[in-house]
């Protein structure tokens, strides 16, 4: 029997739903996108352009702008009008060209950030600069008491509508787990325009430094249990939304992929895992994928992902507070001795 494993996000049909994630040492080097494409991947998301990178270069251009014409009459005829000046992180967007020349698949441009800025002009760079898609990734952590809930996830519909119009290419929204009423919210962002949602964006919090006494940053990688999140609200959001879903964070090894897939995962985002073993690695996890499938008798990725979704599972409940109340009362010290 072979085994279909082609399937579709934002629009794109794609040969497997396996994908490289949006991360420098990975989808920043070409040499690496090649090695990704030759193992199998079927997409790439580029590593993001910040909000701070744009802010950044633009603060930098204004006040050479500023230099030249008070130090040079004549510069005030010369020098080019700063808001028709190519601003941008200029390397992004030839990285970006690059990566459509070296490899065939589908590449998708990324933005991180928390506010309108220049995202819509640089959505509109990158769409240009030729990405297939766009993945907003929004990190926006609110510290102020008086902003409330409904501000915050008013703040991310209104940049996602904001990009959409100025844009042709799909979108896909990257964001976190901690909202009041997920359902809701991820409709919102669909109905702003989104056509996708990857699920979910990682945190990553400071550590302080003892000796120091600073906040510093600590990248840590994800392990394998972090798919258990994603899998819950993929679950519960593929029958709610009409949009493409993106699973990210945990997917180690194939059980996680697999189970992601029949959660509601269109496509599957790595990065931690290939950045531990090597591009090489996730030929491994699609072979191991594939064994899975035919082992049980899936013809295809399309009659595999979701069919354990909230709306397809005979025990919906286990995705809700009964799975809480059985894993509580359940556990016993025993779990804890060595067999």
């Given at each position: 029997m072979t085994v279909d494993l082609s399937t579709s996000y934002l629009g794109i049909r794609l040969k497997n739903p396996f994908a490289a994630a949006a991360c420098s040492p990975l989808t920043g080097?070409?040499?690496?996108?090649?090695?990704?494409?030759?193992a199998g991947a079927s997409l790439a998301v580029l590593p993001s352009l910040f909000e701070e990178q744009i802010e950044h270069e633009e603060l930098e251009l204004a006040r050479l702008y500023d230099y030249q014409a008070e130090s040079f009459a004549e510069s005030l005829s010369h020098f080019p009008e700063y808001q028709n000046f190519r601003t941008?992180?200029?390397?992004?967007?030839?990285?970006?060209?690059?990566?459509?020349?070296?490899?065939?698949?589908p590449i998708i441009g990324s933005l991180n950030g928390s506010s309108n800025g220049g995202w819509v002009r640089y959505a509109k760079a990158i769409e240009e600069a030729g990405a297939d898609a766009l993945e907003l990734n929004i990190y926006f952590i609110p510290?102020?008491?008086?902003?409330?809930a409904a501000d915050v996830e008013q703040q991310y519909v209104d940049l996602v509508a904001a990009v959409k119009d100025s844009v042709s290419v799909p979108i896909a929204i990257k964001i976190g787990q901690n909202f009041t009423s997920l359902p809701h919210f991820a409709q919102r962002l669909v109905t702003a325009g989104a056509d996708g949602l990857v699920l979910f964006n990682r945190y990553l919090e400071a550590d302080i430094d003892l000796e120091s006494l600073e906040f510093k940053p600590d990248l840590v990688l994800s392990n394998r249990h972090?798919?258990?999140?994603?899998?819950?609200?993929?679950?519960v959001l593929k029958d709610q939304v009409q949009a493409s879903l993106a699973a990210t964070?945990?997917?180690?090894?194939?059980?996680?992929?697999?189970?992601?897939?029949?959660?509601?995962?269109?496509?599957?985002?790595?990065a931690s895992i290939l950045l531990m073993k090597g591009s090489e690695h996730l030929s491994t996890i699609i072979d191991d994928v594939v064994h899975w499938m035919e082992e049980n008798e899936y013809e295809s990725i399309d009659q595999l992902k979701g069919s354990m979704s909230r709306k397809n599972s005979p025990n919906p409940g286990t995705l809700e507070r009964a799975n809480y109340m059985k894993a509580l009362t359940s556990y016993t010290l025993d779990n804890q001795m060595p067999h």
């Open positions: 080097d070409l040499d690496n996108l090649k090695r990704l494409e030759e941008g992180p200029s390397e992004y967007l030839d990285h970006l060209a690059a990566a459509k020349q070296a490899v065939d698949i510290t102020e008491p008086d902003l409330t972090e798919a258990r999140i994603p899998i819950r609200w993929l679950a964070s945990g997917i180690h090894r194939m059980e996680g992929a697999v189970k992601m897939l029949l959660a509601g995962a269109d496509v599957l985002m790595l």
